[in-house]
């Protein structure tokens, strides 16, 4: 009887001994750290900024002494912009509103002698809903359109002027980019068409109606808040 306990006893020892270096041979459970995964760009936010471009386009003429005639009228754009986005996934909603001093104008001898009649556009502003898609990393492709506001002024060779406020509408697109966080820069194409304007005798000889239908395009850098 003394004999088997001494024999259990050994036989537990034993299974002990190599249970426990088992467990000493096992690996011990390795935890890692979740992966750090920065937060998405986005385009929300009120942003401000300025933009400068080129504008262009067939000014028409129409009176009962000449008849129908077109002529070129060209000049530079600069001013300032704000506006506001809302993004929604990839789709970003906006409104922008622009204002720029513009120096478009054309000289006309068809009706009026040397130096002729100028047409000018002083300023033009816009107010545009954007709708654009945010899928391609930090690039924005936008379609845009709304009112166009702005001046169309007449002087003949007599120095005597008159000037008309028109409101119009303006339609086009664009793509933007975004960098260094809250930092972007855009180039646009809008298509302005403010009327057409019935000038007096009085400035351009017989009364004639002028349609100054604008083409820009323009650079800008904009900064969000």
Not at 71 to 76: F, H, L, P, R, Y
Not at 152 to 164: A, D, I, L, Q, R
């Amino acid at each position: 009887m003394k004999r088997l306990a001494l024999m259990l006893c050994g036989v537990f020892i034993a299974a002990v001994t190599t249970t426990a270096a088992l467990a000493a041979d096992l690996s011990r459970p390795s935890y890692k750290a979740p992966v750090y995964v920065a937060p998405g760009f986005s385009w929300s936010g009120f942003y401000v900024g300025i933009n400068a471009g080129y504008g262009w386009g067939n000014v028409s003429f129409s009176d009962p002494v000449t008849g129908n005639f077109t002529d070129k009228a060209t000049g530079w754009l600069a001013g300032g912009t704000v506006g506001y986005n809302l993004q929604t996934g990839s789709w970003v909603w906006g409104v922008e509103g622009d204002i720029d001093y513009s120096t478009i104008k054309v000289t006309d001898t068809t009706v009026c002698t040397a130096p002729g009649c100028q047409v000018r556009n002083d300023w033009l502003g816009t107010a545009r809903g954007r709708i654009g898609y945010a899928g391609w990393g930090n690039w924005l492709p936008y379609i845009t359109g709304g009112a166009a506001i702005g001046d169309m002024k007449f002087t003949n060779p007599s120095g005597v002027s008159e000037n008309h406020t028109k409101l119009g509408w303006t339609l086009g697109a664009g793509v933007e980019y975004a960098f260094m966080g809250a930092w972007s820069v855009k180039a646009e194409y809008l298509y302005a068409d403010l009327g057409s304007v019935s000038c007096s005798s009085a400035t351009c000889g017989p009364s004639s109606t002028i349609k100054m239908p604008l083409n820009i395009a323009r650079l800008g850098v904009n900064y969000r808040f």
